[in-house]
């Protein structure tokens, strides 16, 4: 869908609040299958882990990898410990705090916001073709555009509203020592000096699935964080390129120049994992988003085969 078209379309017809608890977060998907155990699941899991390792070794630039499967709980991390720049992926901390504080009645979803030319930032994002003061955004719609539509412009109002500050603070509190929200997005002088937003492939990871497993927020806005993250990712995002169509991702992506990243949960049926992949230096931006996607492809390939076959390694209905 046209970006312009889906953000008119959002902030036309988008009901104010909060979604409705059905897509709560849940610790077990419905219908999943006992983990599959035994020798060749574990060949299996090897193989993905050694592939994974050659793919990074192979990446002209510097790549990291976290994944885990939220049914075993198995776990492959590849410079998961490196701090990345995380460019826009570093919105999914900012939407938790919005949803936090409006979860704890610090602010209200509904509020307004004017927009003004002083503040448009560039990069991507409507907001900046908006009129000088003819229109008043919600905050709700504001966290739409942030993720749906990466916008720069929205996600800067919503910092300066929640609090550049409160944000890292609730990072800390979480035990996310290494994500840290640096600046604002947009800020040339700063990216010059180095300043950028942070995190590693481990804590991306990490902070997604709290907010699967509804740790961070409640069951109704962990249902609208979930559904403002899904949107239609097939095809449109990295990590999307490498799933086939109907398979849900809910994921935000990042990118800089010599900067690609994604993190997000695949919410394959009965079989639910988390992803984050992370480059930097790359020598060639495109070949690092097809990096990612190479990534994602492998993964799905090995979490849809666990998934479908007994533990034997018989495919199953």
């Given at each position: 869908?046209?970006?312009?078209?889906?953000?008119?379309?959002?902030?036309?017809?988008?009901?104010?609040?909060?979604?409705?608890?059905?897509?709560?977060?849940?610790?077990?998907?419905?219908?999943?299958?006992?983990?599959?155990?035994?020798?060749?699941?574990?060949?299996?899991?090897?193989?993905?882990?050694?592939?994974?390792?050659?793919?990074?070794?192979?990446?002209?630039?510097?790549?990291a990898v976290a994944f885990k499967d939220l049914e075993s709980g198995d776990l492959v991390?590849i410079n998961a410990d490196m701090v990345m720049p995380q460019a826009s992926s570093i919105?999914?901390?900012?939407?938790?705090?919005?949803?936090?504080?409006?979860?704890?009645?610090?602010?209200?979803?509904?509020?307004?916001?004017?927009?003004?030319?002083?503040?448009?930032?560039?990069?991507?994002?409507?907001?900046?073709?908006?009129?000088?003061?003819?229109?008043?955004?919600?905050?709700?719609?504001?966290?739409?555009?942030?993720?749906?539509?990466?916008?720069?412009?929205?996600?800067?109002?919503?910092?300066?509203?929640?609090?550049?500050?409160?944000?890292?603070?609730?990072?800390?509190?979480?035990?996310?020592?290494?994500?840290?929200?640096?600046?604002?997005?947009?800020?040339?002088?700063?990216?010059?000096?180095?300043?950028?937003?942070?995190?590693?492939?481990?804590?991306?990871?990490?902070?997604?699935?709290?907010?699967?497993?509804?740790?961070?927020?409640?069951?109704?806005?962990?249902?609208?964080?979930?559904?403002?993250?899904?949107?239609?990712?097939?095809?449109?995002?990295?990590?999307?390129?490498?799933?086939?169509?109907?398979?849900?991702?809910?994921?935000?992506?990042?990118?800089?120049?010599?900067?690609?990243?994604?993190?997000?949960?695949?919410?394959?049926?009965?079989?639910?994992?988390?992803?984050?992949?992370?480059?930097?230096?790359?020598?060639?931006?495109?070949?690092?988003?097809?990096?990612?996607?190479?990534?994602?492809?492998?993964?799905?390939?090995?979490?849809?085969?666990?998934?479908?076959?007994?533990?034997?390694?018989?495919?199953?209905?």
């Amino acid at each position: 869908m046209n970006a312009r078209v889906l953000v008119f379309a959002l902030l036309l017809t988008s009901t104010l609040g909060v979604a409705p608890a059905g897509l709560a977060a849940q610790t077990q998907a419905p219908g999943a299958r006992p983990p599959v155990t035994g020798p060749g699941a574990a060949e299996l899991r090897g193989k993905l882990g050694r592939e994974l390792n050659q793919m990074v070794a192979q990446f002209d630039g510097v790549m990291a990898v976290a994944f885990k499967d939220l049914e075993s709980g198995d776990l492959v991390a590849i410079n998961a410990d490196m701090v990345m720049p995380q460019a826009s992926s570093i919105k999914i901390a900012v939407l938790v705090e919005l949803l936090r504080q409006a979860q704890a009645g610090k602010l209200r979803l509904e509020e307004r916001v004017e927009i003004r030319k002083a503040q448009f930032a560039g990069g991507s994002g409507v907001l900046q073709d908006f009129g000088d003061g003819t229109s008043a955004v919600s905050l709700r719609d504001l966290a739409a555009l942030m993720i749906v539509v990466s916008d720069n412009t929205a996600t800067n109002l919503l910092i300066d509203r929640v609090g550049q500050a409160h944000v890292n603070e609730t990072l800390e509190s979480l035990r996310f020592e290494k994500t840290r929200l640096m600046r604002r997005m947009i800020q040339p002088e700063e990216e010059r000096r180095g300043v950028e937003n942070v995190s590693t492939a481990r804590e991306m990871a990490g902070l997604v699935e709290q907010l699967y497993r509804g740790k961070l927020l409640n069951a109704n806005y962990t249902a609208l964080a979930l559904e403002l993250l899904k949107n239609e990712k097939y095809e449109t995002t990295p990590m999307g390129r490498g799933l086939p169509a109907g398979v849900a991702l809910a994921s935000k992506t990042g990118s800089l120049s010599g900067v690609r990243c994604e993190s997000g949960i695949v919410l394959m049926e009965g079989r639910p994992y988390v992803l984050s992949v992370m480059t930097a230096y790359a020598a060639d931006d495109a070949a690092a988003e097809r990096a990612i996607t190479d990534v994602s492809r492998r993964v799905y390939s090995y979490v849809e085969r666990l998934a479908h076959s007994n533990a034997h390694g018989v495919r199953v209905p």
